[in-house]
């Protein structure tokens, strides 16, 4: 009796492992593929599967969602500076279907070796771009250097059963003797460029003080230019009242039966007067004769006739 129990026992638990055996679970997101004695048999689908016991093997589950992997790696620009990049990459299955499926399990051996390759796909294609700028470029070309990639990866995942969804630059460091000289090379150009400004805005006010300089010369000159054209009429216009005062008193000297030669040495006289009164202890040499005072009416007397003359002509 106990050895019927234990082949009783044995027996139930053969026909378990082959029912169990018989069905496989896959999860939502992820798709199994089956093989039988080391060849590809097919796919199973998300949900509850029946596969032949101890002949088909699950060799593989592939998940089919969206997934992600951060690289880091250098490059090396044109000029020999050492570039460091972290990058996300965002990558998924291009679908279900049976040919990318098996493109996924088998163009690998193993995850870890597709990894990887994807690595080493990206470093090489920054590298080969970063190779042909110079390091001043570099932060300006982010989104240059994300299509590149872009553009040659995604052909090489394809391939192999991916699509490349999205891949982010997230930093892009130098050196820290590159990232002294960059800050160097940018404190000159704010140097040269601030010494410019400042070239450019004292020429602009020796040009402004220069051209107020010349506007204040203009109008003093033509200041000036009326000034002495209102000083000539005002002479013209003093020696026209003179030669007619003049010659209203000749006249009534005239009438009255005197030598209008009187005038001309009242004015004499006064003339005297002015200098004695106004002359501040300066020496004038005046000639007191009689040839003296006859030359200096006669010089009057011509003086006079001279100025009625313009005077009438006006």
């Known amino acids: 009796m106990e050895s019927f129990a ?13 029912i169990g055996g018989a069905f496989v679970t896959v999860q939502q997101g ?3 593929v089956l093989t039988m004695f080391g060849k590809y048999r097919r796919v199973l689908y998300p949900g509850l599967n029946f596969k032949i016991p101890f002949l088909e093997v699950v ?3 592939i998940s089919i969602q969206n997934q992600s992997i951060e690289l880091q790696f250098q490059a090396i620009t044109q000029d020999q500076a050492n570039v460091n990049f972290k990058a996300m990459l965002l990558y998924s299955v291009i679908n279900q279907t049976e040919e990318t499926v098996k493109d996924v399990a088998f163009k690998f051996i193993d995850f870890g070796s ?9 470093e090489g294609s ?20 994300v299509s590149a990639v872009k553009d040659q990866l995604d052909e090489d995942l394809k391939s192999w059963g991916y699509h490349l969804i999205d891949i982010q630059l997230n930093d892009i460091s130098f050196d820290e003797t590159i990232i002294q000289s960059m800050a160097q090379v940018v404190a000159s150009s704010n140097l040269k460029a601030a010494a410019e400004n400042e070239a450019q805005a004292m020429m ?8 107020a300089d010349g506007l204040a010369i203009k109008i003093s000159a033509e200041a000036e230019k009326q000034a002495s054209q209102l000083r000539g009429q005002g002479i013209s216009l003093f020696r026209q009242e003179v030669a007619k005062g003049m010659h209203l008193a000749a006249e009534e ?3 009255a039966g005197l030598d209008s030669s009187f005038i001309l040495f009242s004015m004499w006289t006064d003339a005297i007067k002015h200098f004695a009164e106004q002359g501040k202890g300066n020496v004038i040499f005046l ?10 009416m006669k010089q009057m007397m011509a003086l006079s006739k001279t100025e009625t003359i313009l005077t009438q002509k006006k």
Not at 6 to 18: K, P
Not at 204 to 211: G, L, P
């Open 287 to 296: 000639d007191g004769s009689n040839e003296g005072l006859d030359r200096t």
């Open 126 to 145: 920054v590298r080969g771009f970063v190779a042909t700028k110079r390091q001043n470029e570099i932060l300006g070309l982010r989104r240059d250097i």
């Open 30 to 32: 992820t798709v199994a």
């Open 6 to 18: 234990i082949i009783s026992i044995a027996v139930l638990i053969v026909i378990f492992s082959v």
């Open 204 to 211: 602009i006010r020796k040009t402004r003080s220069a051209e």
């Open 114 to 122: 597709f990894m990887q390759t994807l690595n080493r796909t990206v």
């Open 59 to 61: 060799f593989r589950k």
């Open 253 to 255: 000297m005239r009438l």
